[in-house]
């Protein structure tokens, strides 16, 4: 008896007019129609032969098509055993209090930033995005040097405005030091390009995004398919949590600590309270559950388990499930406006 099995790491997610199929090791995102999704749903529990009788023999044709497609752009394979192949696993685990964090700092800021790195490193926070708005990125780089040397972090962003660049070297010392693997140097006057820094074997040390666009509080939040990540670790975190806020923290220019910059609430200043006590207030964390199906339309939407979240631009201030205002996608019609 013959049956069809998709590879363990590609997932159906059905929207409301249409599905696509994620493949989580190659990041890929197919779209397919709702029919397809339903034929490839009862194929999970029946051979191709009881499949096509199910759809009283309707779309045998289609159905040998398809699948024939799928096993040759490596979605899945056809087996007589079945029962070799279970489902993998889409629990989310990790043992990090903290998953990622943002820290803002410009010329006046004065909170405790060596203090603030040891504290989430403490709490297993692996990623790092920070942020510099001052005028003289090569005194504060200098610094930073200096202070991720103490520190493993696994992946860490640094933004700065190319204004505030006057020593061109900058760059190649952390790229030398391993420290830093994405640099975004925001406002440029001409250039709007990416640079990839490999090292002799082809291994990729940095990237480098020069964009005329400028950084804000107010530029987050913008929901784009260039933005999708099929990939285990979001697609299983965002069955349950929301993929942008979970287990984030980040500390303004000012010192005060949110769930992101952009939102205007604070729970206090970092020289007042730790991480440890942030993260365990109630209502700094309640957005960490409002996976997006919990959201109004994303719910709905195809795409919902490969895009990230915005809360804090949403489409209606008073209901924090309403869906992120700066996506301009609509699953009902299938179509960005
Ligand atoms: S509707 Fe929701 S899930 Fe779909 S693309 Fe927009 S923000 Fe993402
Ligand atoms: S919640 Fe929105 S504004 Fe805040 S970091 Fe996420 S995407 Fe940006």
Not at 49 to 65: C, P, R
Not at 184 to 200: A, H, L, P, Q, R
Not at 293 to 305: H, I, Q
Request: charged share 30%; hydrophobic share 35%; proline share 2%.
């Amino acid at each position: 008896m013959k049956y069809f099995r998709l590879f363990a790491n590609c997932k159906i997610v059905r929207g409301a007019k249409r599905s696509t199929l994620c493949d989580l090791y190659k990041g890929r995102i197919k779209i397919i129609p709702t029919l397809l999704d339903e034929v490839l749903c009862k194929l999970q529990e029946a051979t191709i032969t009881d499949t096509k009788i199910h759809f009283e023999s309707a779309y045998d044709e289609g159905i040998d098509l398809y699948l024939n497609d799928l096993i040759s752009d490596d979605w899945g394979f056809y087996t007589e055993e079945p029962h070799l192949f279970p489902d993998m696993s889409l629990e989310f685990h990790s043992h990090s209090l903290i998953l990622n964090s943002i820290l803002d700092w410009d010329d006046n800021s004065d909170y405790d930033f060596s203090e603030s790195l040891r504290e989430l490193e403490e709490l297993g926070c692996e990623n790092i995005q920070i942020r510099y708005y001052g005028q003289d990125v090569d005194v504060f780089g200098h610094r930073l040097i200096s202070m991720l040397k103490n520190h493993n972090f696994t992946y860490v962003e640094f933004y700065f405005r190319e204004i505030s660049l006057h020593n061109k070297d900058l760059i190649g010392e952390f790229i030398n030091s391993f420290l830093i693997q994405k640099f975004v140097v925001f406002d440029c006057e001409k250039t709007e390009e990416m640079i990839s820094k490999e090292d002799s074997n082809k291994n990729l040390l940095a990237q480098i995004v020069y964009t005329k666009s400028s950084l804000s509080e107010e530029s987050c939040g913008v929901i784009d398919s260039k933005w999708f990540y099929a990939n285990i670790n979001f697609y299983t975190e965002g069955i349950d949590h929301n993929t942008c806020l979970n287990r984030k923290v980040s500390v303004s220019r000012e010192g005060f600590l949110k769930n992101c910059p952009s939102m205007k609430n604070s729970y206090g200043h970092r020289s007042k309270l730790s991480f440890k006590e942030l993260i365990n207030m109630e209502q700094f964390n309640r957005y960490w559950s409002i996976s997006k199906s919990k959201v109004s339309t994303c719910r709905d939407c195809e795409f919902r388990l490969v895009c990230p979240d915005c809360r804090v631009f949403i489409q209606d201030e008073k209901d924090i499930f309403s869906k992120p205002a700066k996506c301009k996608y609509d699953p009902y019609t299938s179509t960005w406006s």
